[in-house]
Structures are given as structure tokens and as C-alpha cells.
């Protein structure tokens, strides 16, 4: 079975920019599409973006739309979140997450999709 772990969270200040990787052990990634999730304290899991099998198709939720940037390197199994004009309202636990086949622009939203997820890093901006 796949195990995801996260890295790259950190303290930052308005305006920085952080990326994010999650390496995925156990399994290929190939055939699997990508999604970061984000949960800030008393809120729940929301979805950030998300990478899809097919044709690499990319979504991204409209409050990180033009600021984050998801990717992915299949030969190192790693799925990468770039995050650049970051504000305090991005603070949140980030979790990767993994989910068999293809997803759509409308399903790749959808956390009960994915079936694999990571333990999450940390990120806190300051004003």
C-alpha cells in the first residue's frame, strides 16, 4: 500500500513563498492523480488543488487560483505544490493525497475520492 509524506511547511510571512512536496513510497505513482487538501483550525478540510492522471489536467480552488501551482514528477514519485504569495488566511495543516485512476475537474474536489493520504505539514503565514 502507498504511504504519502509530506515536506516543506513552515512559518512565513505575507507575501513568501513556500512549495511542498509529498513522496509516495510503496506503489507508482502513475497511475494515480494528486490532490493537496488544506484544514485550519475549527474549519473543515477544504480542497487546494489537484493533478489528474489524464493528460496532467490541473484544478485548483478559486482562493489559490494564480498563486499555487501543483505538479508532479512521476519518476520520483513526488507530487509538488508551489505556493507563492502566501497570506495568513492559507494557514492550514496541507495533506497530499492519492487516488486511483483519473480525475475530473469535478471530481478531483472530492476528498472521500482519494484514498490514500498523508500526515500532513504545517503551514503558518504571518501578517
Known amino acids: 500500500q502507498a504511504r504519502l509524506v509530506e515536506s516543506g511547511g513552515g512559518l512565513v510571512q505575507t507575501g513568501d513563498s513556500l512549495r511542498l512536496a509529498c513522496v509516495a513510497s510503496?506503489?507508482?505513482?502513475?497511475?494515480?492523480?494528486l490532490g493537496w487538501f488544506r484544514q485550519a483550525p475549527g474549519k473543515e478540510r477544504e480542497f487546494v488543488a489537484g493533478?489528474?492522471?489524464?493528460?496532467?489536467?490541473?484544478g485548483y480552488a478559486d482562493s489559490v487560483k494564480g498563486r499555487f501551482t501543483i505538479s508532479r514528477d512521476n519518476a520520483k514519485s513526488t507530487v509538488y505544490l508551489q505556493m507563492n504569495s502566501l497570506r495568513p488566511e492559507d494557514t492550514a495543516l496541507y495533506y497530499c493525497?492519492?487516488?486511483?485512476?483519473?480525475?475530473?475537474?469535478?471530481?478531483?474536489?472530492?476528498?472521500?475520492?482519494?484514498?490514500?493520504w498523508g500526515q500532513g505539514t504545517q503551514v503558518t503565514v504571518s501578517s
Open positions: 493525497a492519492a487516488a486511483q485512476g483519473a480525475t475530473t475537474a469535478v471530481s478531483m474536489r472530492v476528498s472521500k475520492l482519494y484514498t490514500t
Open positions: 493533478i489528474s492522471t489524464l493528460r496532467g489536467a490541473t
Open positions: 510503496g506503489r507508482t505513482l502513475n497511475n494515480m492523480s
